[in-house]
């Protein structure tokens, strides 16, 4: 039980931190682009792979339940992704509730991946056959 709770710490500090890191890098490397081009990039590039390396660390520490540990160490941060105004129309609420519907599965099915390829034997693996 600990092992889990600090799993989920541990999944919730490295999306802050990696969410924090990553704003570094594009704020440094930002010279010569939009507004609109660095929100499309974090939207479509950087918050996936951000779920995605969440959800394999997830997957690599976890000994059992790596996907239900990978969405509690995520919600956190995808609900942190949202605007902290609450919609008012149906697109507003589509815009406001798909990036957590979208973001939270792509890391649990991450962990979920690396968990059965990790924990696999080499024969039954498929690779030694």
Same mark, same amino acid.
């Given at each position: 039980?600990?092992?889990?709770?600090?799993?989920?710490?541990?999944?919730?500090?490295?999306?802050?931190?990696?969410?924090?890191?990553?704003?570094?890098?594009?704020?440094?490397?930002?010279?010569?682009?939009?507004?609109?081009? $660095?929100?499309?990039?974090?939207?479509?590039? =950087? @918050? &996936?792979?951000?779920? !995605?390396?969440?959800?394999?660390?997830? %997957?690599? *520490?976890?000994?059992?339940?790596?996907?239900?540990?990978?969405?509690?160490? $995520?919600?956190?941060?995808?609900?942190?992704? =949202? @605007? &902290?105004?609450?919609? !008012?129309?149906?697109?507003?609420?589509? %815009?406001? *509730?798909?990036?957590?519907?979208?973001?939270?599965?792509?890391?649990?099915?991450?962990?979920?991946?690396?968990?059965?390829?990790?924990?696999?034997?080499?024969?039954?693996?498929?690779?030694?056959?």
């Amino acid at each position: 039980m600990l092992r889990k709770v600090l799993l989920v710490l541990m999944a919730v500090v490295t999306s802050y931190g990696l969410a924090a890191l990553a704003g570094y890098v594009l704020y440094a490397n930002s010279t010569g682009r939009s507004e609109a081009h $660095l929100s499309t990039t974090v939207r479509f590039v =950087v @918050s &996936p792979l951000i779920a !995605v390396l969440v959800g394999c660390l997830v %997957g690599l *520490l976890s000994k059992d339940h790596p996907i239900a540990t990978s969405i509690v160490g $995520l919600a956190p941060w995808a609900v942190m992704l =949202v @605007s &902290p105004y609450k919609p !008012v129309s149906i697109s507003g609420w589509a %815009g406001w *509730l798909v990036p957590i519907f979208v973001y939270i599965p792509l890391g649990a099915s991450a962990a979920g991946f690396v968990w059965r390829c990790w924990r696999k034997p080499p024969s039954q693996s498929g690779l030694l056959a």
